[in-house]
């Protein structure tokens, strides 16, 4: 007999075959959350978030957006989704991040000014590893 | 004292003090993801052009979000980010992409088409409470 943890959204059956019926079902992970939080990054556009899980974790990012305008980058108030890099006809965009085991490299700006300025973000990491 | 729900995967021990947190299914201790709101929406973009839509929220932060969307309705691909005043395919897609980013009234989705024919997306959405703020 299995065992679990089940919670149905209102008005729907326990004993649904129906995934979407849940809330919770403890025979499907859930993402659990490592830590999170907002940043700013360097004038160079880089950021390095520690975990210290020593593994890969699942992770977003999301950051500004670093375009070129008028001979003069400008920085969005929206929020972007990472990862992204986007050949524009003079200027590549690019926010992306990379993962170790232990943190988290953010870089984001463009290739017509190194020093992009300080952009923010936020980020959340999840216990749950990448296998 | 301390009370809570813990589950752990298949073959790993729920009551061990030295369960990885990585094993476990569920642990009333940590934080999980919360969705906001779910949907879906279909739009056809003719050839070289692009479309631009949102969800509005009331979370009054920038909310964390996960979009996937197909063209096919067989393979779907996740949406990142792109240019907001460019033409905002991904790098190293020549097909439909759509472009997801956020603030704190809306989501917003920039679905571009640089082929040469009309594509029908579809876009699925999920919004979480956890965000920025």
């Known amino acids: 007999m299995a065992k ?3 919670i149905t959204k209102s008005g729907k059956d326990i004993s649904s075959s129906t995934l979407d019926d849940f809330y919770m079902d403890s025979a499907y992970p859930l993402l659990k959350v490592h830590s999170y939080g907002t940043f700013e990054t360097g004038v160079t556009g880089l950021k390095t978030i520690t975990h210290s899980l020593g593994y890969i974790p699942y992770v977003l990012v999301f950051v500004q957006f670093v375009g070129w305008v008028d001979a003069a980058s400008y920085i969005t108030d929206e929020f972007y989704q990472c990862d992204w890099l986007q050949e524009g006809a003079t200027v590549t965009y690019f926010g992306t991040v990379k993962v170790y085991d232990d943190d988290i490299d953010i870089a984001v700006g463009n290739t017509n000014e190194a020093r992009s300025g ?14 | 004292m301390s009370y809570g729900i813990v589950v752990s995967k298949a073959g790993y021990d729920a009551t061990s003090g030295a ?47 996960m979009v996937y969307f197909t063209t096919d309705e067989t393979n ?4 990142l980010s792109g240019s907001p005043d460019a033409f905002p395919y991904r790098y190293s897609v020549g097909y439909g992409n759509v472009s997801v980013y956020v603030d704190d009234a809306k989501v917003y989705f920039r679905l571009t088409n640089p082929t040469g024919s009309s594509i029908d997306f579809l876009v699925k959405y999920e919004i979480f409470y956890e965000g920025d703020a």
């Open chain 1, 4 to 6: 679990g943890i089940k």
């Open chain 1, 118 to 131: 300080a952009v923010d973000g936020f980020y959340y990491i999840f216990k749950d590893e990448v296998t």
């Open chain 2, 19 to 65: 369960l990885d947190d990585k094993n476990k299914i569920f642990d009333s201790s940590l934080d999980h993801l919360k969705t906001y709101s779910s949907g879906y929406f279909e739009q056809t973009v003719t050839s070289g052009n692009s479309y631009s839509g949102y969800v509005a929220h009331s979370l009054s932060c920038s909310p964390l979000c």
């Open chain 2, 76 to 79: 779907y691909r996740v949406a």
